[in-house]
Nanobody
Framework: QVQLVESGGGLVQAGGSLRLSCAGSGRTFRRYAMGWFRQTPGKERELVAAINWSGASTTYVDSVKGRFTISRDNAKNTVYLQMNNVKPDDTAVYYC????????????????WGQGTLVTVSS
């Protein structure tokens, strides 16, 4: 049984930093691409960042480029999202997701999901 557990969410002031973590179990983690998505009420879930199975390839939504960094430690079965210079518009529930091997941008292309962690950015 696959399990993804996010942690690290919370309240942060605009301009501050936060690091989200997602620990995976139940599959050979290093074979899977990982994505961070976010969702706010009334809006569709959007891909924030994704990283392929090896870590050699990443992608980001334009609004976070230069501020967020996705990384992974396959030895720890964990993927991270370092969030710097956060803005109130970054407020959302953040989800990690996994799919085999390579990056995809649609949430429907991901097979397994975590329960989400709330990030709130105050102005």
């Amino acid at each position: 049984q696959v399990q993804l557990v996010e942690s690290g969410g919370g309240l942060v002031q605009a301009g501050g930093s936060l690091r989200l973590s997602c620990a995976g179990s139940g599959r050979t983690f290093r074979r899977y691409a990982m994505g961070w998505f976010r969702q706010t009420p009334g809006k569709e879930r959007e891909l924030v960042a994704a990283i392929n199975w090896s870590g050699a390839s990443t992608t980001y939504v334009d609004s976070v480029k230069g501020r967020f960094t996705i990384s992974r430690d396959n030895a720890k079965n964990t993927v991270y999202l370092q969030m710097n210079n956060v803005k109130p518009d970054d407020t959302a529930v953040y989800y990690c997701a996994m799919r085999l091997l390579n990056i995809a941008t649609l949430d429907s292309d991901y097979d397994y999901w975590g329960q989400g962690t709330l990030v709130t950015v105050s102005s």
